[in-house]
């Protein structure tokens, strides 16, 4: 019998109104714990997000500059380059250039 009394008598000590009140920072360190938690999952989605976003914006930018690079390396050529400017009257020259030479210059 006096077990039994034992065991009544600590859960009557948590339940009083004294105990529950010094219990209160405690639960409120608790709740704000939690808080910061679901806060944490949250911001972690987020930058989960943005980072996969990023990466997508990435792949999408390296193959217009690998499009890019190449019309740019076929129209360099020299052929791609004489008929692109046939319309404006200008031709390939058929012979070297001519050196000029200063004759006032003595060497």
Known sequence: MEQVKK???KWKRWLNYQSIVQQ???LL???ALAVLYIYNGHNADKMIRRTTKAGNELKDLQSEYKS???DVLLRSR???LVEA?????????ATEPTVLVDSTKEE
């Open 7 to 9: 065991t009544k008598y």
């Open 24 to 26: 209160v920072p405690y």
């Open 29 to 31: 360190f608790l709740a």
């Open 68 to 70: 890019v690079t190449g």
């Open 78 to 80: 020299q052929s791609e």
């Open 85 to 93: 400017v046939k319309p404006l009257g200008l031709q390939q020259l």
